[in-house]
Protein backbone atom coordinates (compact mmCIF):
# COMPACT_ATOMS: atom_id res chain seq x y z
CA UNK A 1 0.00 0.00 0.00
CA UNK A 2 1.54 3.22 -0.95
CA UNK A 3 1.64 6.55 1.01
CA UNK A 4 -1.54 8.33 -1.04
CA UNK A 5 -3.48 5.33 -0.76
CA UNK A 6 -2.74 5.03 3.03
CA UNK A 7 -3.61 8.46 3.76
CA UNK A 8 -6.81 8.24 1.42
CA UNK A 9 -7.83 5.38 3.62
CA UNK A 10 -7.24 6.17 7.44
CA UNK A 11 -7.52 10.03 7.09
CA UNK A 12 -8.88 12.11 4.28
CA UNK A 13 -12.01 13.41 4.82
CA UNK A 14 -12.42 13.22 8.47
CA UNK A 15 -12.51 16.00 10.59
CA UNK A 16 -11.79 14.22 14.05
CA UNK A 17 -12.13 17.44 16.37
CA UNK A 18 -15.47 18.80 14.53
CA UNK A 19 -17.06 15.35 16.45
CA UNK A 20 -15.25 14.78 19.54
CA UNK A 21 -11.68 13.12 18.00
CA UNK A 22 -14.08 10.08 17.41
CA UNK A 23 -11.45 7.92 15.67
CA UNK A 24 -14.44 6.28 13.44
CA UNK A 25 -16.75 9.12 11.92
CA UNK A 26 -20.04 9.57 13.66
CA UNK A 27 -23.16 8.30 11.39
CA UNK A 28 -25.01 11.93 10.55
CA UNK A 29 -28.41 10.00 10.37
CA UNK A 30 -30.49 12.88 9.74
CA UNK A 31 -32.61 13.94 7.06
CA UNK A 32 -32.21 17.51 7.23
CA UNK A 33 -30.23 19.93 8.42
CA UNK A 34 -31.21 23.92 10.14
CA UNK A 35 -29.54 27.21 9.61
CA UNK A 36 -28.90 30.07 11.72
CA UNK A 37 -30.14 32.92 9.01
CA UNK A 38 -32.41 33.30 5.86
CA UNK A 39 -28.86 34.02 3.81
CA UNK A 40 -26.77 31.42 4.48
CA UNK A 41 -29.93 28.82 3.25
CA UNK A 42 -29.89 30.76 0.33
CA UNK A 43 -26.37 29.85 -0.18
CA UNK A 44 -27.23 26.16 0.47
CA UNK A 45 -30.02 26.50 -1.83
CA UNK A 46 -27.90 27.91 -4.68
CA UNK A 47 -25.16 25.02 -4.36
CA UNK A 48 -26.73 21.93 -2.39
CA UNK A 49 -23.84 19.67 -3.45
CA UNK A 50 -21.50 21.84 -1.46
CA UNK A 51 -23.43 22.48 1.67
CA UNK A 52 -25.57 20.57 4.33
CA UNK A 53 -29.52 21.19 3.59
CA UNK A 54 -31.39 18.07 3.05
CA UNK A 55 -29.44 14.15 3.02
CA UNK A 56 -31.00 13.70 -0.34
CA UNK A 57 -28.32 16.42 -1.93
CA UNK A 58 -25.53 15.83 0.12
CA UNK A 59 -24.55 14.30 4.25
CA UNK A 60 -21.42 14.54 6.36
CA UNK A 61 -21.24 10.84 6.72
CA UNK A 62 -21.67 10.65 3.08
CA UNK A 63 -19.83 13.10 2.27
CA UNK A 64 -16.54 11.49 3.79
CA UNK A 65 -17.31 8.63 1.31
CA UNK A 66 -17.16 10.94 -1.63
CA UNK A 67 -13.87 12.63 -1.21
CA UNK A 68 -12.33 9.10 0.10
CA UNK A 69 -13.62 7.30 -3.90
CA UNK A 70 -12.52 10.97 -5.66
CA UNK A 71 -9.00 10.64 -4.19
CA UNK A 72 -8.99 6.64 -4.56
CA UNK A 73 -9.95 6.83 -8.03
CA UNK A 74 -8.14 10.08 -9.02
CA UNK A 75 -11.50 12.02 -10.27
CA UNK A 76 -11.49 15.92 -9.16
CA UNK A 77 -15.06 15.24 -7.79
CA UNK A 78 -17.03 11.95 -6.97
CA UNK A 79 -21.00 10.82 -6.19
CA UNK A 80 -22.15 7.91 -4.35
CA UNK A 81 -25.67 6.39 -4.83
CA UNK A 82 -28.26 3.49 -3.48
CA UNK A 83 -27.06 0.56 -5.84
CA UNK A 84 -24.22 0.14 -8.69
CA UNK A 85 -27.04 -0.30 -11.15
CA UNK A 86 -28.41 3.29 -9.98
CA UNK A 87 -24.98 4.72 -10.56
CA UNK A 88 -25.10 3.54 -14.11
CA UNK A 89 -28.32 4.67 -14.89
CA UNK A 90 -27.31 8.28 -13.21
CA UNK A 91 -23.90 8.00 -15.03
CA UNK A 92 -25.76 8.02 -18.19
CA UNK A 93 -28.98 9.63 -18.38
CA UNK A 94 -28.18 13.31 -18.51
CA UNK A 95 -25.58 12.90 -21.27
CA UNK A 96 -28.34 11.81 -23.85
CA UNK A 97 -31.27 12.70 -25.23
CA UNK A 98 -34.19 11.72 -28.02
CA UNK A 99 -32.23 10.91 -31.67
CA UNK A 100 -28.85 10.00 -29.66
CA UNK A 101 -26.96 7.17 -30.07
CA UNK A 102 -24.98 5.04 -28.01
CA UNK A 103 -22.09 2.13 -28.54
CA UNK A 104 -21.73 -0.14 -26.31
CA UNK A 105 -19.81 -3.75 -25.56
CA UNK A 106 -21.78 -6.74 -25.59
CA UNK A 107 -22.71 -8.57 -22.37
CA UNK A 108 -22.63 -5.30 -20.03
CA UNK A 109 -24.32 -5.92 -16.37
CA UNK A 110 -27.37 -6.78 -17.16
CA UNK A 111 -29.03 -4.04 -15.59
CA UNK A 112 -27.22 -1.48 -17.59
CA UNK A 113 -28.55 -3.62 -20.57
CA UNK A 114 -32.18 -3.17 -19.60
CA UNK A 115 -31.42 0.44 -19.06
CA UNK A 116 -30.80 0.83 -22.45
CA UNK A 117 -33.10 -1.60 -24.25
CA UNK A 118 -35.91 -1.20 -22.36
CA UNK A 119 -35.61 2.59 -21.32
CA UNK A 120 -34.23 4.55 -22.89
CA UNK A 121 -35.06 3.36 -25.72
CA UNK A 122 -38.82 4.57 -25.02
CA UNK A 123 -37.23 7.77 -24.84
CA UNK A 124 -35.58 7.63 -29.01
CA UNK A 125 -32.07 6.95 -27.61
CA UNK A 126 -30.67 3.89 -29.95
CA UNK A 127 -28.02 1.78 -29.05
CA UNK A 128 -25.66 -0.54 -31.10
CA UNK A 129 -24.07 -3.43 -29.32
CA UNK A 130 -20.20 -4.42 -30.61
CA UNK A 131 -18.04 -7.01 -29.73
CA UNK A 132 -15.56 -5.03 -27.09
CA UNK A 133 -12.82 -7.25 -28.12
CA UNK A 134 -12.01 -5.42 -31.49
CA UNK A 135 -11.74 -2.16 -31.58
CA UNK A 136 -11.95 -0.98 -35.14
CA UNK A 137 -15.19 -2.40 -35.16
CA UNK A 138 -16.21 -0.70 -32.00
CA UNK A 139 -14.97 2.67 -33.28
CA UNK A 140 -16.67 1.61 -36.71
CA UNK A 141 -19.99 1.25 -34.93
CA UNK A 142 -19.95 5.26 -34.44
CA UNK A 143 -22.20 7.34 -36.37
CA UNK A 144 -22.87 11.08 -36.68
CA UNK A 145 -25.29 10.92 -33.23
CA UNK A 146 -22.70 8.50 -31.15
CA UNK A 147 -22.66 10.79 -27.79
CA UNK A 148 -21.17 8.19 -25.81
CA UNK A 149 -19.58 4.99 -25.84
CA UNK A 150 -20.51 2.40 -22.80
CA UNK A 151 -18.02 0.18 -21.92
CA UNK A 152 -17.59 -2.63 -19.28
CA UNK A 153 -13.68 -3.74 -19.22
CA UNK A 154 -13.31 -6.84 -18.33
CA UNK A 155 -16.94 -8.17 -18.50
CA UNK A 156 -18.06 -9.39 -15.30
CA UNK A 157 -19.08 -13.22 -16.59
CA UNK A 158 -16.99 -13.51 -19.83
CA UNK A 159 -14.07 -11.76 -18.61
CA UNK A 160 -13.35 -9.82 -22.16
CA UNK A 161 -11.74 -6.48 -22.21
CA UNK A 162 -11.51 -3.72 -24.08
CA UNK A 163 -8.48 -1.44 -25.17
CA UNK A 164 -9.55 1.68 -23.26
CA UNK A 165 -6.47 3.85 -24.04
CA UNK A 166 -7.11 3.71 -27.55
CA UNK A 167 -11.17 4.36 -27.02
CA UNK A 168 -10.36 6.48 -24.60
CA UNK A 169 -8.12 9.05 -27.13
CA UNK A 170 -10.34 7.92 -30.10
CA UNK A 171 -13.77 9.42 -28.33
CA UNK A 172 -11.32 12.39 -26.67
CA UNK A 173 -10.95 13.47 -30.82
CA UNK A 174 -14.45 13.36 -31.81
CA UNK A 175 -16.14 14.72 -28.48
CA UNK A 176 -18.10 11.40 -27.71
CA UNK A 177 -18.06 11.03 -24.19
CA UNK A 178 -17.08 7.74 -22.54
CA UNK A 179 -19.10 5.84 -19.77
CA UNK A 180 -17.00 2.76 -18.34
CA UNK A 181 -18.36 0.49 -15.50
CA UNK A 182 -14.65 -0.66 -14.11
CA UNK A 183 -16.14 -2.46 -10.90
CA UNK A 184 -13.52 -5.47 -11.94
CA UNK A 185 -10.69 -3.36 -12.12
CA UNK A 186 -10.94 -1.53 -8.89
CA UNK A 187 -11.60 1.73 -7.48
CA UNK A 188 -7.76 1.89 -6.40
CA UNK A 189 -6.97 1.08 -10.44
CA UNK A 190 -5.27 4.10 -12.62
CA UNK A 191 -6.28 2.77 -15.87
CA UNK A 192 -9.69 4.77 -16.73
CA UNK A 193 -8.13 7.87 -15.40
CA UNK A 194 -4.49 7.00 -18.18
CA UNK A 195 -7.20 6.23 -20.91
CA UNK A 196 -9.15 9.45 -20.02
CA UNK A 197 -12.39 7.70 -19.59
CA UNK A 198 -14.79 10.66 -18.52
CA UNK A 199 -18.07 9.04 -16.00
CA UNK A 200 -15.89 6.01 -14.27
CA UNK A 201 -18.51 3.71 -13.01
CA UNK A 202 -18.13 1.14 -10.07
CA UNK A 203 -20.55 -0.78 -8.07
CA UNK A 204 -19.79 -0.04 -4.20
CA UNK A 205 -21.56 -3.61 -3.31
CA UNK A 206 -18.36 -5.71 -4.09
CA UNK A 207 -14.87 -4.70 -3.24
CA UNK A 208 -15.91 -1.54 -1.93
CA UNK A 209 -18.28 -2.62 0.78
CA UNK A 210 -16.28 -6.33 0.84
CA UNK A 211 -18.49 -7.73 3.44
CA UNK A 212 -21.53 -8.44 1.11
CA UNK A 213 -23.65 -6.05 3.41
CA UNK A 214 -23.89 -2.67 1.33
CA UNK A 215 -25.41 -2.19 -1.64
CA UNK A 216 -24.23 1.02 -3.34
CA UNK A 217 -22.72 2.21 -5.78
CA UNK A 218 -19.96 5.52 -7.42
CA UNK A 219 -19.53 7.63 -10.43
CA UNK A 220 -16.15 9.40 -10.60
CA UNK A 221 -15.87 12.30 -12.71
CA UNK A 222 -14.89 15.81 -13.16
CA UNK A 223 -16.80 18.54 -11.47
CA UNK A 224 -18.33 19.34 -14.59
CA UNK A 225 -19.25 15.84 -15.24
CA UNK A 226 -20.63 15.28 -11.64
CA UNK A 227 -22.35 18.49 -11.32
CA UNK A 228 -24.63 17.74 -14.17
CA UNK A 229 -25.22 14.96 -12.91
CA UNK A 230 -25.90 15.64 -9.75
CA UNK A 231 -29.04 18.10 -10.94
CA UNK A 232 -31.34 17.47 -12.12
CA UNK A 233 -31.11 13.56 -12.80
CA UNK A 234 -29.47 12.39 -9.48
CA UNK A 235 -32.27 14.90 -7.16
CA UNK A 236 -34.88 13.36 -9.12
CA UNK A 237 -33.87 10.31 -8.83
CA UNK A 238 -33.07 10.47 -5.59
CA UNK A 239 -30.79 7.33 -5.11
CA UNK A 240 -28.93 8.53 -2.34
CA UNK A 241 -27.36 6.01 0.03
CA UNK A 242 -28.02 6.34 3.60
CA UNK A 243 -25.89 7.75 6.35
CA UNK A 244 -25.35 4.46 7.77
CA UNK A 245 -24.41 2.55 4.61
CA UNK A 246 -21.95 4.85 3.85
CA UNK A 247 -20.31 4.70 6.92
CA UNK A 248 -20.32 1.00 6.39
CA UNK A 249 -18.51 1.52 2.92
CA UNK A 250 -15.64 4.26 5.01
CA UNK A 251 -15.32 0.69 7.20
CA UNK A 252 -14.90 -1.55 3.82
CA UNK A 253 -12.35 1.08 2.63
CA UNK A 254 -10.12 0.96 5.35
CA UNK A 255 -9.16 -2.78 4.27
CA UNK A 256 -9.78 -3.31 1.12
CA UNK A 257 -6.15 -3.23 -0.57
CA UNK A 258 -5.26 -5.79 1.79
CA UNK A 259 -8.76 -8.14 0.89
CA UNK A 260 -7.67 -7.36 -2.78
CA UNK A 261 -4.15 -8.39 -1.82
CA UNK A 262 -5.00 -11.63 0.08
CA UNK A 263 -7.44 -12.72 -2.64
CA UNK A 264 -4.86 -11.63 -5.19
CA UNK A 265 -2.85 -14.37 -4.11
CA UNK A 266 -5.27 -17.14 -3.62
CA UNK A 267 -6.87 -16.36 -6.36
CA UNK A 268 -3.74 -17.71 -7.78
CA UNK A 269 -3.09 -20.72 -6.20
CA UNK A 270 -6.54 -21.60 -7.12
CA UNK A 271 -6.31 -20.72 -10.63
CA UNK A 272 -2.72 -22.44 -11.09
CA UNK A 273 -4.60 -25.68 -9.15
CA UNK A 274 -7.18 -25.77 -11.79
CA UNK A 275 -5.53 -25.05 -15.17
CA UNK A 276 -3.98 -28.40 -14.35
CA UNK A 277 -7.23 -30.34 -13.89
CA UNK A 278 -8.17 -32.63 -16.68
CA UNK A 279 -11.70 -31.32 -16.27
CA UNK A 280 -11.02 -27.98 -17.16
CA UNK A 281 -11.05 -26.91 -20.43
CA UNK A 282 -10.01 -22.74 -19.92
CA UNK A 283 -10.08 -20.36 -17.28
CA UNK A 284 -11.16 -17.25 -18.09
CA UNK A 285 -9.26 -14.65 -16.35
CA UNK A 286 -7.47 -11.70 -17.60
CA UNK A 287 -4.65 -12.31 -16.08
CA UNK A 288 -3.82 -15.56 -16.29
CA UNK A 289 -0.95 -16.18 -19.61
CA UNK A 290 -3.94 -18.51 -21.26
CA UNK A 291 -5.90 -15.34 -21.55
CA UNK A 292 -6.23 -14.09 -25.46
CA UNK A 293 -6.14 -10.80 -24.28
CA UNK A 294 -3.43 -10.86 -21.93
CA UNK A 295 -1.18 -8.51 -22.76
CA UNK A 296 -3.83 -6.07 -22.96
CA UNK A 297 -4.69 -7.00 -19.49
CA UNK A 298 -1.23 -6.51 -18.28
CA UNK A 299 -1.34 -2.96 -19.38
CA UNK A 300 -5.11 -2.38 -17.68
CA UNK A 301 -4.22 -4.45 -14.46
CA UNK A 302 -2.10 -4.69 -12.00
CA UNK A 303 -3.01 -8.25 -9.89
CA UNK A 304 -5.00 -10.78 -10.42
CA UNK A 305 -8.52 -10.32 -9.45
CA UNK A 306 -10.68 -12.39 -7.50
CA UNK A 307 -13.38 -13.07 -10.29
CA UNK A 308 -12.96 -15.47 -13.32
CA UNK A 309 -14.85 -18.32 -15.20
CA UNK A 310 -14.35 -21.67 -15.62
CA UNK A 311 -15.00 -23.41 -18.49
CA UNK A 312 -15.33 -27.35 -18.21
CA UNK A 313 -14.84 -30.36 -20.82
CA UNK A 314 -18.29 -31.37 -19.29
CA UNK A 315 -20.38 -28.23 -20.37
CA UNK A 316 -23.75 -30.29 -19.83
CA UNK A 317 -25.84 -27.28 -17.74
CA UNK A 318 -26.95 -30.24 -15.28
CA UNK A 319 -23.94 -31.55 -14.16
CA UNK A 320 -22.41 -27.89 -14.08
CA UNK A 321 -25.44 -26.79 -11.40
CA UNK A 322 -24.86 -30.56 -9.41
CA UNK A 323 -20.70 -29.02 -9.29
CA UNK A 324 -21.56 -26.04 -7.80
CA UNK A 325 -24.26 -27.82 -5.47
CA UNK A 326 -21.81 -30.10 -4.31
CA UNK A 327 -19.29 -27.33 -3.51
CA UNK A 328 -19.60 -26.41 0.69
CA UNK A 329 -17.12 -23.72 1.35
CA UNK A 330 -18.29 -21.72 -2.31
CA UNK A 331 -21.50 -20.36 -2.22
CA UNK A 332 -24.36 -20.86 -4.70
CA UNK A 333 -25.21 -16.62 -4.97
CA UNK A 334 -25.29 -13.81 -7.09
CA UNK A 335 -22.79 -10.57 -6.50
CA UNK A 336 -19.09 -10.96 -5.88
CA UNK A 337 -16.16 -8.98 -3.84
CA UNK A 338 -17.53 -9.82 -0.73
CA UNK A 339 -15.33 -11.90 1.98
CA UNK A 340 -17.29 -15.17 1.12
CA UNK A 341 -16.01 -17.57 -1.76
CA UNK A 342 -19.23 -17.54 -4.54
CA UNK A 343 -19.59 -19.50 -7.32
CA UNK A 344 -22.63 -19.61 -10.01
CA UNK A 345 -23.38 -21.70 -12.61
CA UNK A 346 -24.70 -19.69 -16.37
CA UNK A 347 -25.69 -19.91 -19.61
CA UNK A 348 -23.39 -16.88 -21.35
CA UNK A 349 -24.19 -15.73 -24.78
CA UNK A 350 -21.15 -16.09 -26.11
CA UNK A 351 -21.14 -14.13 -29.22
CA UNK A 352 -24.34 -15.61 -30.66
CA UNK A 353 -23.78 -18.99 -29.14
CA UNK A 354 -24.38 -19.99 -26.01
CA UNK A 355 -22.16 -21.22 -23.53
CA UNK A 356 -22.56 -22.69 -20.22
CA UNK A 357 -19.99 -22.03 -17.67
CA UNK A 358 -19.08 -21.53 -13.84
CA UNK A 359 -18.26 -18.40 -12.48
CA UNK A 360 -16.07 -18.10 -9.19
CA UNK A 361 -15.46 -15.75 -6.95
CA UNK A 362 -12.48 -16.35 -4.25
CA UNK A 363 -13.07 -14.97 -0.79
CA UNK A 364 -11.03 -14.49 2.07
CA UNK A 365 -11.02 -18.34 3.27
CA UNK A 366 -8.08 -20.50 3.62
CA UNK A 367 -7.55 -21.19 0.02
CA UNK A 368 -5.90 -24.85 0.56
CA UNK A 369 -9.57 -25.33 2.46
CA UNK A 370 -10.99 -24.19 -1.28
CA UNK A 371 -9.15 -25.94 -3.24
CA UNK A 372 -10.03 -28.99 -1.35
CA UNK A 373 -13.59 -27.69 -1.97
CA UNK A 374 -13.39 -27.30 -5.73
CA UNK A 375 -11.20 -30.55 -5.97
CA UNK A 376 -13.84 -32.73 -3.97
CA UNK A 377 -16.61 -31.53 -6.54
CA UNK A 378 -14.80 -31.94 -9.47
CA UNK A 379 -14.17 -35.55 -8.49
CA UNK A 380 -17.50 -36.44 -9.17
CA UNK A 381 -17.89 -34.25 -12.33
C1 LIG B 1 -23.04 -6.02 -9.38
C2 LIG B 1 -22.65 -5.22 -10.54
C3 LIG B 1 -23.35 -4.05 -10.87
C4 LIG B 1 -24.57 -3.58 -10.14
O1 LIG B 1 -24.30 -3.16 -8.85
P1 LIG B 1 -25.44 -3.14 -7.74
O2 LIG B 1 -24.77 -2.45 -6.60
O3 LIG B 1 -25.79 -4.55 -7.47
O4 LIG B 1 -26.60 -2.38 -8.28
C5 LIG B 1 -22.88 -3.32 -11.96
N1 LIG B 1 -21.82 -3.70 -12.66
C6 LIG B 1 -21.13 -4.82 -12.38
C7 LIG B 1 -19.96 -5.18 -13.20
C8 LIG B 1 -21.54 -5.62 -11.31
O5 LIG B 1 -20.87 -6.74 -11.05
Redesign the pocket.
Known sequence: MDHKYSHIINHLGEDRERYFNAVAPPIMQTSNFKFESMAEMEKAFESERSHHLYTRGNNPTVSILSQKIAALQGTEDAIVTG??????TCGVMPFVQAGDHIVAVEN??T??KHLFDDILKKFGVEVTYVDGRNTDSLLAAVQENTKMIYL?SP??LMMELQDIHAIGAFAKSKNILTAI?A??LGIHNPACIEAEMDII??????YIGGHSDV???VICGTKEIIDQIFSPTYMTFGPSVSPFDAWLLIRGLRTMEMRIRHTASSSKEIIDFLSDHPKVDKILHPFHESHPQHTLAKRQMDKMMPLFSIVFTEVEKSALNAFVERLNLFQMA????GHESLALPLTVDNHGEDLNLVRMYVGLEDPKDLINDISNSLALL
Not at 201 to 206: D, L, Q, Y
Open positions: SGASAIIYWAETSDTYIHTASKIAGVSWG
